[in-house]
């Protein structure tokens, strides 16, 4: 950080879309050789900044710079040009294609005739994913590399023009352990080029592990830029939600009743290995590990979705067979699925429909649905789970993540389950209803529901969880009683340093 | 965050969420308004009667269709199929007489139907290539069974079969209300009962639907059931109305039933769509025929008068919803 | 990852292996079962073959340039029987009819332009509207159809001109024009896809249109473009096969896209785009050709040809999925 030109500055950047201002004058700068972090919550301009600095969306008044040159970028390809890159968190590769025409996607080099000049189009490729170090060519079909190489083709873009600043939007999200840190090794080395880097992520850890400075962003507006040697995840926070959140463990237990659940021996190819716990009426049980653990294959497996090679599970000490999720459904089995729009919600369904789907076959009066009985459980589930929405008429899709996340949750609670399954019960929603969320779930422990809450956020799991498993790579490392565990013992578990001493 | 920023987007959407929910309703008006003020003869009872009546057909084999669209599939094969049905119809009454040939004629329909609902349902295939290889496939067998023959019943005095097609009842014809009768119960199944319910449920989002325990193969397998029972349906009419019949009948009406599927409001995408705006789409590409008859015009510049109105009536459903007139993309 | 190497391996030679067995068997099936003297690989009939291919095939190139790139086209049924009632009745006006035999290519090229133009109709307004293309083209099937019967009612148009059909006919080492112009309609296309820019967009475009549009590539453009492409082949298919038969009918053409996207599918072509093969095309329109071919051969009727061709496609598709299954590690959804 010698030099004290910024790669990249905004300067008040506003924006307003009918109704919302979604930007609130939005300043600041990122230096060449920086990695910078811009942090907020779902809503909080982030996603809006963004589509400004490629060129989306025009700002309503305020400047970009680049070097301190006043720039007007009207689309991702001209944002580029000026050397404003993103490495984008959904990869957008085509995998029919080679390497080298995806990292030129778009600018292929031509020759007469709108021919493709293929020679340096590989010459010019080769000399990127050299300085990449990727283990593949330029020949090489997109769709047979495996996702984390995907993702260096994906940086490999950004490096065909002279880039002042790149932006990562949450780059880690479908990555392993060890995928990642060659990721942070690459972004360490676009640092050490001059490159100022932009890196938007939710995950703390990462955040103070790889940034010099963090951006917060809230409600649209700037709250304040940190250096990160000199802070910490409590200040980082409170910027972020306006007062600190406490996430303290939770102490208030009640006791456990009989065992509920039990599962012995669970294995499915490929995916885990001889999974074995027990689940207690009245417990939380906390699922926790690396994306790829397996955790969301057992809780699949658990809903009747695949297919176990071996082992048993047990309801109330009966041992049952689990073809799909008709039966587990039927056994009392209820899953809140990881991903909301895609497995938990009909968007285009309305909040009524969505919540009754499940029992749709039981709400019903001669052959027909009953209005009545729909809207009664609407009703009780709405008020239950405090979920803010217009009328039972609303489509589900215009919702926020959290009220679409309680319908989700108001579902699974109308079928009075035994077992709750919980995955990822907060990705993705602000922080007032991510607190809201655990108190629903230690409430319904407190009502004797048997409840497991899969989660790749150490605090939540710390917080909400009387037990926790820790899973590394398809098995159970460990599991912790809310006395013994600490973070460190966790982390270790998780990444398989722990030993294999099951409680 | 959704895309709000066009300048049109406000004004469009008021007038547009309106017409967005009933827009097809109120082309529908408009146009029968500005034909009946063109051409007295079109208000005519009789005159409309006998639209419905052309429409019994297609209509019948559309309502069933309705469910395949909502279902998020496709069916290209209905036509087809209705060739199938109505060979078999006529060439089991010469040999078996009617008592036994229209319900053995159901079950083979219904069972080709089976087979289509078991490959995209069960077998997860792309249902417009499994319907469209069932289109080729059905013609085939269509074409071993009759020999390539025309089908004639001999002697139409001695059968009562010409009732599904020229009866009256009341003094109305009984395919009208054959018609009637299937869509209400159908429009019933599809708003009003669980199984309804689960047809949105797995157009809108198959996974999701899975995911809550709904059957979603079950489900996509009823849809084409009922698919060719409608068409088994259209079949008879088809059958008893001209009492006898060529085997190419059916050809080329799989995509005018899709055409009045998709102008009553079903997305191609899935999980939209009822069957009372089915309806409508039939009787507007009906009347359009008629109208444009009224006036003189010869039946194909109907052609172009639905391939218009078709892709006004997508384009005017896309335009509200995304709140812009025009395609963002560049 | 070896696995998938596997199926697509399998997937771009499968057809030629198909190819193979139909000939086999039919070589050996008609052995017992043909009245004809002649064998059923006898080059006279392979060429008859290549020839029938033509009409259908080079329309195909087309539909699988419009698949790749993600979109579909239901109307050249209709642009194929429109472009050939324009050639054949602008012989016919005084104008050109003046021109003698130098009308010909006058003719031809207002078929080109005829096929041009609906292919820009299709595509803008894919482009503008946003309406799905199945849509789009679904009504253009009808609305076009609707043209030309408004051109001639229900009468057939005719116009027959002996230089003409001589064109048609004529051949070079035994390959007749039609021969020789899918030749040169297989190379232009596998050109413009393997080497060109354009050709090469076109797979981005089909496999993720958004990501296409950020990397900067004007998608709207490039579909109207391919559209046009599909009017310009189509137009001349139906110019090679109408020179020489002189006489168009109101409802030729019908049933042609059916036919035509059944062979790009069994030649490998993605429906949702992005992936596809110009030449395992031609494999597909070859299979079924051969298939209509040998069954006649073998005494079939063209009921068994519809039957076989139907069940086949959904068996194709069937295997394709059970080759590219992850097996175990699906969901059972």
């Known amino acids: 950080m010698t030099d004290t030109t910024p790669a990249l500055r905004l300067e008040n950047i506003v924006k307003t879309f009918p109704g919302v201002r979604a930007l609130d004058g939005v300043s600041f700068a990122v230096l060449p050789g920086e990695v910078h972090a811009l942090l907020g919550e779902n809503g909080a301009g982030k996603s809006t900044l963004m589509k400004v600095l490629g060129g989306v969306h025009q700002p309503d008044s305020g400047t970009i710079y680049i070097e301190e040159e006043p720039v007007v970028m009207t689309n991702p390809l001209e944002a580029k040009s000026k050397g404003v890159v993103f490495i984008h968190q959904e990869l957008s590769l085509a995998e029919e294609l080679s390497v080298a025409e995806n990292v030129y996607l778009g600018e292929l080099p031509r020759k007469r005739f709108g021919r493709v000049d293929w020679k340096r189009l590989h010459a010019d490729t080769a000399a990127i994913l050299d300085r990449l170090n990727c283990g593949f060519g330029p020949g090489a079909i997109v769709g047979e590399l495996s996702i984390a190489k995907r993702q260096m083709v994906e940086i490999a873009r950004a490096l065909t023009v002279d880039a002042k600043a790149v932006i990562f939007d949450e780059p880690t999200a479908s990555l392993t352990d060890a995928e990642k840190e060659v990721l942070f090794d690459i972004i360490r080395d676009l640092r050490e080029q001059g490159v100022g880097i932009v890196y938007i992520s939710h995950r703390m850890e990462e955040i103070f592990r790889i940034s010099d400075r963090i951006s917060v962003l809230r409600d649209g507006s700037h709250r304040g830029t940190l250096i990160t040697a000199e802070t910490g995840e409590d200040e980082v926070t409170r910027l972020m939600i306006g007062r600190s959140l406490d996430l303290s463990r939770n102490v208030a237990r009640t006791a456990p009743g009989e065992v509920a659940f039990e599962v012995r021996g669970l294995s499915c190819e490929g995916l885990f290995e001889d999974v074995s716990f027990e689940l207690r009426a009245g417990e939380v049980l906390g699922f926790y590990g690396l994306v790829g653990a397996g955790r969301t294959e057992i809780a699949e497996t658990l809903f009747g979705l695949r297919t176990p090679r071996s082992g048993e599970i047990h309801l109330k000490g009966r041992a049952v067979t689990l073809h799909s999720p008709v039966d587990a459904i039927r056994h009392g089995i209820s899953l809140v699925p990881e991903s909301r729009k895609e497995q938990g919600l009909v968007l285009g369904m309305n909040c009524r429909d969505n919540i009754t789907l499940p029992q749709v076959d039981d709400l019903t009066a001669g052959p027909f649905v009953s209005d009545g009985a729909e809207i009664a459980i609407f009703d009780q589930y709405r008020d239950r789970l405090d979920i803010k929405t217009p009328s039972w008429r609303q489509q589900v899709g215009n919702l926020s993540g959290g009220n679409q996340q309680k319908i989700v949750i108001g579902k699974w609670l109308a079928m009075r389950p035994d077992v709750l399954i919980v995955d990822e019960p907060t990705r993705g929603i602000d922080v007032g209803s991510k607190a809201e969320i655990h108190n629903l779930i230690r409430e319904l422990a407190a009502h004797g529901y048997a409840v497991i809450v899969i989660s790749s956020e150490m605090p939540e799991v710390l917080h909400v969880a009387d037990r926790i498993v820790a899973m590394y790579h398809g098995r159970i490392m460990r599991t912790f009683t809310s006395d013994e565990v600490t973070e460190d013992s966790l982390v270790q578990a998780i990444s398989g340093l722990g030993q294999d001493s099951a409680a | ?330 | 990852m070896r696995r998938q190497g596997l199926a697509r391996y399998f997937r771009s030679g499968a057809i030629w292996g198909f190819i193979v067995l139909e000939l086999i068997f039919f070589t050996v099936a008609g052995a017992f079962l043909s009245n004809s003297d002649t064998g059923f690989l006898d080059p006279g009939n392979m060429l008859l073959l290549l020839k029938q291919s033509a009409p259908l095939g080079i329309i195909a190139l087309g539909m699988t340039v419009v698949m790749i790139n993600g979109n579909i086209d239901l109307s050249v049924g209709a642009i194929f029987a429109l472009c050939a009632v324009v050639m054949l009745d602008s012989m016919n006006w005084p104008i050109l009819a003046g021109l003698g035999d130098w009308a010909i290519p006058f003719a031809w090229g207002l078929a080109l332009l005829t096929g041009m133009g609906l292919g820009l109709v299709n595509g803008l307004i894919v482009w503008k509207t946003g309406v799905d293309a199945f849509i789009v083209t679904l009504g253009a099937m009808l609305g076009f159809r609707g043209l030309v019967f408004m051109y001639n009612g229900e009468q057939p148009t005719y116009h027959l001109n002996w230089t003409m059909v001589d064109i048609a006919e004529a051949g070079i080492f035994g390959l007749q024009t039609p021969v020789l112009v899918f030749a040169a309609c297989i190379l232009g296309v596998w050109l413009l896809m393997n080497k060109t820019v354009h050709g090469r967009n076109a797979y981005p475009v089909g496999d993720n249109r958004e990501a296409a549009v950020n990397a900067g590539i004007r998608v709207g453009p490039h579909m109207v473009w391919n559209y046009v492409l599909i009017g310009f082949l189509t137009a001349l298919s139906s110019i090679t096969f109408y020179s020489a038969s002189g006489s168009v009918n109101p409802n030729d053409g019908m049933l042609y896209e059916l036919w035509i996207i059944t062979a790009v599918v069994l030649g490998g072509t993605k429906l949702s785009g992005g992936r596809g093969s110009v030449i395992a095309t031609v494999g597909g329109i070859i299979a079924i050709q051969l298939m209509r071919k040998g069954l006649g051969f073998i005494g079939a009727d063209t009921a068994m040809v519809n039957l076989v061709i139907g069940s086949i496609l959904v068996l194709v598709l069937f295997l394709d999925r059970q080759l590219n299954r992850k097996s175990k590690q699906d969901l059972r959804i």
């Open chain 2, 1 to 330: 965050m959704a895309d709000v920023s066009a300048s049109d987007g406000t004004a469009l959407r008021s007038v547009g969420a309106f017409l967005g929910r009933h827009g097809i309703v109120v082309a529908f008006g408009l146009f029968m308004i500005g034909f009946a003020l063109t051409n007295e003869r079109f208000i005519d009872m009789d005159n409309i009667l006998g639209v419905i009546r052309s429409s019994t057909i297609l209509g019948v084999m559309a309502l069933g269709v309705t469910f395949v669209v909502i279902s998020g599939n496709l069916d290209l094969s209905v036509g087809s199929m209705m060739s199938f049905s109505t060979i078999v119809v006529l060439d089991l009454h010469e040999r078996i007489g009617p008592e036994l040939a229209i319900p053995l004629m159901f079950a083979m329909t219904m069972s080709l139907g089976a087979l289509i609902g078991f490959l995209v349902g069960y077998l997860r295939l792309n249902s417009l290539i499994v319907t469209l290889g069932m289109l080729s496939a059905i013609h085939g067998l269509t074409l071993t069974y009759s020999g390539g023959q025309n089908m004639d019943i001999a002697d139409q005095q001695a059968t009562w079969f010409s009732v599904f097609g020229q009866g009256r009842v009341l003094g109305i014809p009984v395919p009208i209300l054959m018609f009637v009768l299937l869509a209400v119960v159908l429009a019933t199944l599809l708003a009003k009962t669980p199984f309804g319910r689960k047809v949105y449920a797995v157009g809108g989002n198959d996974v999701a639907a899975t995911f809550s325990g709904i059957p979603r193969a079950r489900v996509v397998f009823m849809t084409y059931i009922i698919s060719s029972f409608c068409v088994a349906t259209a079949g008879l009419i088809q059958a008893s109305r001209s009492m006898g019949s060529q085997n190419t009948v059916g050809q080329g009406m799989e995509l005018e039933v899709l055409a009045a599927v998709i102008l009553g409001g079903a997305s191609l995408m899935g999980g939209a769509g009822t069957v009372f705006k089915t309806v409508i789409g039939v009787l507007i590409l009906g009347f359009i025929q008629n109208g444009l008859l009224l006036l003189g015009l010869e039946f194909y510049v109907q052609y172009v008068v639905t391939w218009i109105i078709i892709i006004l009536a997508v384009w005017l459903d896309i335009a509200v919803k995304r709140g812009r007139l025009w395609s963002p993309i560049a």
